[in-house]
């Protein structure tokens, strides 16, 4: 199969003369020239990069570089891995001593950040590459994780600037998974909401649309405030539960997964309701 036709099996809503067999080969050539100890798995490389938000034709060098170097880290390569090892994650290390951890609590949060980006089919790093800095995510990750084991350890935390790249971009693995869980969110979602009695919908609409009033909505329909307070706060649990349903089903993720998930869209649930609601007139 030419590269061409493994990129658009990879990415078929792509209009086909948008990225050419030329194109690819010279992204392979660039890959190989960088990292040329490294033995590169083309067909993997294609999808990895057909994966990315952006054409391959409007991607940096250095994104294809480090899309490659992640590509062979996750099939194992020990050349591969050695790379990562020596020219990216002095950012990671560098992060850590500067949070003043003890050696042995630095250590394990150097292994479990190569655990967590490097175990999996396919392993996170993967999915990560090439949607910001390699040496940013490997970074931020580990700081992260370092301060996950502070706070378990019942041990104060530092704030958000560590959590901040050098180049000032902030959580290069959030903005992932939110990228990557977006749509799927958004189908489970809107299932969630069409799944409601019409008596329900129409109390969000009023509510979330029209801007109705607690107090105005407890006039109309004959009841006390605090009842249409529990009316909403039920109807919120409702579409809640059917969206981890929904999303469990689609991702077949484990709980844990689909939670957090729901943690990284939480902030956007009410303009989520509205948007829903408002397409249904």
Request: one cysteine or more; hydrophobic letters at 45%.
């Amino acid at each position: 199969m030419s590269l061409h036709a493994i990129y658009r099996e990879a990415r078929p809503e792509m209009p086909g003369e948008a990225v050419t067999e030329e194109a690819l080969a010279s992204a392979v050539a660039r890959a190989r020239q960088a990292w040329p100890a490294i033995a590169h798995d083309e067909e993997a490389l294609v999808r990895a990069l057909a994966g990315l938000p952006a054409s391959v034709t409007a991607l940096e060098d250095r994104a294809i570089v480090e899309v490659a170097l992640c590509v062979a880290c996750g099939r194992g390569d020990a050349a591969a891995l050695a790379r990562l090892e020596a020219e990216y994650l002095d950012g990671a290390r560098a992060a850590l001593a500067a949070m003043k951890l003890d050696d042995a609590l630095r250590d394990e949060a150097l292994q479990e950040t190569r655990r967590k980006l490097l175990v999996g089919d396919p392993p996170k790093l993967v999915g990560y590459a090439g949607r910001g800095s390699l040496r940013g995510l490997l970074k931020v990750t580990a700081t992260r994780t370092a301060i996950s084991m502070l706070r378990k350890a019942g041990r104060e935390a530092p704030g958000d600037d560590a959590v901040v790249d050098v180049d000032g971009e902030r959580d290069p693995e959030l903005a992932y998974l939110k990228a990557r869980y977006r749509a799927v969110f958004r189908d489970a979602f809107a299932d969630a909401v069409a799944g409601l009695e019409p008596r329900e919908r129409n109390l969000m609409r009023l509510h979330f649309l029209r801007r109705v009033t607690l107090e105005r909505l407890a006039t109309m329909y004959g009841v006390h405030r605090a009842t249409i307070v529990r009316h909403l706060a039920a109807i919120r649990e409702s579409i809640e539960r059917a969206t981890k349903a929904g999303l469990r089903e689609r991702l077949g993720a484990d709980r844990a997964e689909v939670d957090e998930v729901l943690d990284l869209i939480r902030s956007r649930y009410d303009a989520s309701v509205e948007r829903l609601l408002r397409t249904e007139g």
